[in-house]
C-alpha cells in the first residue's frame, strides 16, 4: 500500500466531509406523520434522484426494486426493517458511474431469490442484511447475481428454500462477488431422501471472500422398512464450474451430512469444494469490522476492531467504493484509493479487540454522508490481509 496513504489530518477530514453526495434524505415509515416522506419503499426510491438516501424507519415493507440510480437504502438499526413474505428485494441496470448501498434489511420469502442483482456494472453493496428463501413454487437460492461485475455482500446470512424445493443459499452467474464475514447455507430438505443443496453455485464467475461461512444443505433420511429408497447426500460447501474461480481467505468451508440410511445402503456427504473450477488460500487471519449503524450529527462514531492479536490494524475511510483484489493482503480492498482517503492506524491489545469513537461534527455539509470503510491488518507473520468493509451513514442531527 502506497505509503502517502498513511498519513492522518484534519485536512484529509475536511476532505471527507465535502466529498459527500447526498442531496436528499427520504424517510420512510409504516405510518404517516412529521418527517414522514413516504409509507413505501418503492414510492420512495421511485422519487429519489441520483445520490439520494431513503431512510427506513423500523416496520415490515412491500417488495422494491432499484433501477438504473445511484442511491443508498438504510434501514434504521439491524434487524429493523423487513419485507413481507411474498416480496423481494431487486437491484439492476447500474452502470458503471454509479453505485447502490442498502443496509439492515430482512428479507425471509417465498419470492424467487429475496436478492436478486442483475446486469450490473457499477459497485452493489449490501451489508448485515439476511435473506432467506421459504416455501418457493420453484427451486429459489436466497440470493441470485448475474451478469454483475461488483457485487459485494457484507455480513449476510443467505440459505435457500428447504420446504418446496431444495436449492443453494448463493447462486452467481458471469458475475464478480466479494463476501465479507457471511453465512451462505444451502437448504437441507424437509422431505426424505433428498440431497441437500449446495452452499454456493459459481457459473462463468468470480468470488473473492474473507471470514465467510459456506455450508451444503444437509441430506434427509431413508424412509422406513421395507422400502430400500437410498437417503440424500450432503450438499457440497461451494461449486466451481471450470470458467470459474475462488480465492478464500479465513473462510470456513463445511460439507452437508449424508441422511441416515435406515435398510439401505449410506449416501454420501458433501465436499468442501466440487466442480472443476480454481481456488487459492491466501495465508493470514481476516478481522471484522463492527460500527455502530446510522451515525447523527453531534454524536459519536463508536467501532470496535477484531483480528490478530497484537497485530498493527489501519481504517480506512473514503467516498467512494472500487472494489478491487489486493493479492498482497489477500482480499477486497473496497473504498477508493483515487479519491480522498483518511487511515487511522492503531496497534491491537493481545485480546485482538480494540474499541473506540470519531466524534461527528455538529453539522455536516451535506443532509446525508455515505462513506466506505475497512480495516487492514500487518503481523510479522502474513504481513498485511484485508478485514471486512462498513458502508457508514452519517445524517444531519433531525433524521
Not at 459497485?123 to 429459489?140: K, N, Y
Not at 458475475?175 to 437441507?188: A, F, K, P, Y
Not at 466524534?359 to 443532509?367: E, G, I, N
Request: aromatic share 8%.
Amino acid at each position: 500500500m502506497p505509503l502517502r496513504y498513511l498519513v492522518c489530518t484534519a485536512l484529509c477530514w475536511s476532505a471527507i466531509f465535502t466529498n459527500g453526495f447526498a442531496q436528499r434524505v427520504w424517510v420512510v415509515a409504516t405510518q404517516p406523520g412529521p418527517g414522514v416522506d413516504f409509507t413505501d419503499i418503492q414510492a420512495a426510491v421511485t422519487a429519489a434522484a441520483d445520490g439520494d438516501v431513503v431512510l427506513v424507519r423500523a416496520g415490515t415493507y412491500s417488495a422494491f426494486a432499484i433501477r438504473q440510480k445511484s442511491l443508498v437504502v438504510e434501514g434504521d438499526g439491524p434487524g429493523a426493517v423487513s419485507l413481507g413474505f411474498t416480496a423481494n428485494l431487486a437491484i439492476s441496470d447500474i452502470d458503471v458511474s454509479r453505485s447502490v448501498v442498502v443496509r439492515h434489511i430482512d428479507v425471509i420469502s417465498s419470492s424467487f431469490a429475496p436478492l436478486l442483482v442483475t446486469n450490473c456494472a457499477g459497485t452493489v453493496s449490501v451489508e448485515d442484511c439476511r435473506f432467506l428463501a421459504v416455501f418457493a413454487q420453484s427451486a429459489t437460492p436466497g440470493a441470485y447475481i448475474a451478469g454483475s461485475a461488483r457485487t459485494a455482500l457484507v455480513r449476510c446470512e443467505l440459505r435457500g428454500d428447504a420446504v418446496r424445493s431444495f436449492e443453494v443459499g448463493l447462486r452467481v452467474s458471469g458475475s464478480t462477488v466479494h463476501l465479507h464475514g457471511c453465512r451462505i447455507n444451502g437448504s437441507s430438505p424437509m422431505t426424505s431422501a433428498a440431497s441437500g443443496a449446495d452452499g454456493c453455485d459459481l457459473r462463468s464467475s468470480a468470488l473473492y471472500a474473507t471470514g465467510t461461512t459456506f455450508a451444503g444443505g444437509d441430506g434427509s433420511a431413508a424412509p422406513s422398512a421395507p422400502f430400500c429408497i437410498p437417503p440424500g447426500n450432503g450438499g457440497n460447501a461451494l461449486f466451481l464450474d471450470a470458467a470459474s474461480s475462488a480465492v478464500l481467505l479465513d473462510c470456513a468451508l463445511l460439507p452437508g451430512q449424508p441422511g441416515l440410511p435406515g435398510t439401505c445402503p449410506p449416501a454420501q456427504p458433501g465436499a468442501p469444494i466440487a466442480g472443476t473450477g480454481s481456488a487459492t488460500f491466501p495465508l493470514g487471519q481476516t478481522g471484522r469490522l463492527d460500527a455502530s449503524s446510522t451515525v447523527r450529527a453531534g454524536g459519536s462514531w463508536s467501532i470496535a476492531l477484531q483480528g490478530p492479536a497484537s497485530a498493527t490494524a489501519f481504517l480506512l475511510l473514503g467516498v467512494r467504493s472500487a472494489p478491487a483484489f489486493l493479492a498482497d493482503c489477500g482480499g477486497t480492498v473496497h473504498p477508493d484509493l483515487s479519491g480522498p482517503i483518511v487511515v487511522v492506524g492503531a496497534f491491537l491489545p493481545p485480546s485482538g479487540t480494540l474499541a473506540f469513537s470519531f466524534p461527528v461534527p455538529a453539522s455536516l455539509p451535506a443532509l446525508g454522508l455515505p462513506l466506505v470503510a475497512q480495516i487492514f491488518f500487518a503481523t510479522a507473520g502474513t504481513g498485511c490481509t484485508v478485514g471486512e468493509p462498513s458502508f457508514p451513514l452519517f445524517l444531519d442531527s433531525r433524521f
